[in-house]
């Protein structure tokens, strides 16, 4: 069983049970946010491509209600799925910290790169390989399905409409090399770096891979607008919204008046 400790310039790091829950708390929504994303971003991108290959399908609208489902399924699965890596999670206290200063409180240290957490995170890492693939898959099919429709409407005299090719290739991009990223470290440091002194020195490596993650979908919406002429006139319409002038016309009114009228004397 491999086990490390954190390390500060080559010491043993001790912090307080509060600290230490801290950090296994922001893993476990980090494990919980990658999963959910991951399937977000790839039930969109299918759905896109189902919309565009079969555009009489009823199912190529997606309803509201549906689309809520699809979230909160989604984020309870991954939810369950980091809460087991929260429950095996070992916390133990620490009897001697080599600290330079007298210690206040009680220290604790988080025991990583057990037997089972090295197991739990290859999985979490073909989970990100699997997802990275199929995106990939389902973004070449949507170019496909684009490209045959663009074909079939050259004959007809329509106006420019937006080419989302390029858009749909850079998403495609980032979002394989995010994923692939954080599944091939995880698949190295089980079958390469396993019960070795440099697994510790590879497993530095994960917030690289959560730097990619965060870039990956900083960037999304800087594409979307600047390569899709929609998001620009959905934006701006949800920025700039006009005022609407609603006028109220009175009903006209007409007045009868009777032909016979009756003389008085």
Same mark, same amino acid.
């Given at each position: 069983?491999?086990?490390?400790?954190?390390?500060?310039?080559?010491?043993?790091?001790?912090?307080?049970?509060?600290?230490?829950?801290? %950090?296994?708390?922001?893993?476990?929504?980090?494990?919980?946010?990658?999963? *959910?994303? /991951? &399937? +977000?971003?790839? !039930?969109? #991108?299918?759905?896109?491509?189902?919309?565009?290959?079969?555009?009489?399908?009823?199912?190529?609208?997606?309803?509201?209600?549906?689309?809520?489902?699809?979230?909160?399924?989604?984020?309870?699965?991954?939810?369950?799925?980091?809460?087991?890596?929260?429950?095996?999670?070992?916390?133990?206290?620490?009897?001697?910290?080599?600290?330079?200063?007298?210690?206040?409180?009680?220290?604790?240290?988080?025991?990583?790169?057990?037997?089972? %957490?090295?197991?739990?995170?290859?999985?979490?890492?073909?989970?990100?390989? *699997?997802? /990275? &693939? +199929?995106?990939? !898959?389902? #973004?070449?099919?949507?170019?496909?399905?684009?490209?045959?429709?663009?074909?079939?409407?050259?004959?007809?005299?329509?106006?420019?409409?937006?080419?989302?090719?390029?858009?749909?290739?850079?998403?495609?991009?980032?979002?394989?090399?995010?994923?692939?990223?954080?599944?091939?470290?995880?698949?190295?440091?089980?079958?390469?770096?396993?019960?070795?002194?440099?697994?510790?020195?590879?497993?530095?490596?994960?917030?690289?891979?959560?730097?990619?993650?965060?870039?990956?979908?900083?960037?999304?919406?800087?594409?979307?607008?600047?390569?899709?002429?929609?998001?620009?006139?959905?934006?701006?319409?949800?920025?700039?919204?006009?005022?609407?002038?609603?006028?109220?016309?009175?009903?006209?009114?007409?007045?009868?008046?009777?032909?016979?009228?009756?003389?008085?004397?």
């Amino acid at each position: 069983m491999a086990l490390a400790l954190f390390e500060i310039e080559g010491r043993n790091f001790c912090a307080p049970y509060s600290h230490v829950m801290t %950090e296994v708390i922001s893993r476990t929504i980090i494990i919980m946010n990658r999963q *959910s994303s /991951s &399937f +977000l971003v790839f !039930f969109i #991108a299918a759905y896109r491509a189902f919309s565009v290959i079969f555009p009489m399908s009823n199912w190529s609208q997606l309803k509201p209600k549906t689309g809520f489902l699809v979230i909160f399924f989604s984020i309870l699965v991954s939810l369950i799925w980091s809460c087991v890596y929260f429950f095996q999670t070992t916390i133990e206290k620490v009897k001697e910290c080599y600290n330079s200063e007298p210690l206040d409180y009680i220290p604790y240290k988080l025991v990583i790169l057990e037997r089972w %957490e090295t197991k739990y995170l290859l999985f979490d890492g073909i989970l990100s390989i *699997s997802f /990275s &693939f +199929l995106y990939l !898959f389902v #973004a070449i099919s949507l170019l496909i399905a684009i490209l045959k429709n663009r074909k079939r409407r050259k004959s007809l005299k329509k106006e420019k409409e937006s080419n989302p090719s390029m858009m749909i290739i850079f998403l495609a991009i980032s979002v394989f090399i995010a994923q692939s990223a954080y599944g091939v470290l995880y698949l190295v440091n089980y079958f390469v770096f396993q019960r070795y002194e440099e697994q510790e020195l590879f497993e530095s490596l994960n917030p690289f891979t959560l730097f990619l993650f965060i870039l990956n979908s900083a960037i999304h919406a800087i594409i979307c607008f600047a390569m899709s002429s929609q998001y620009r006139d959905t934006v701006k319409r949800m920025i700039c919204r006009k005022k609407e002038v609603i006028s109220i016309s009175e009903p006209s009114r007409t007045l009868k008046v009777s032909s016979s009228t009756k003389k008085t004397y």
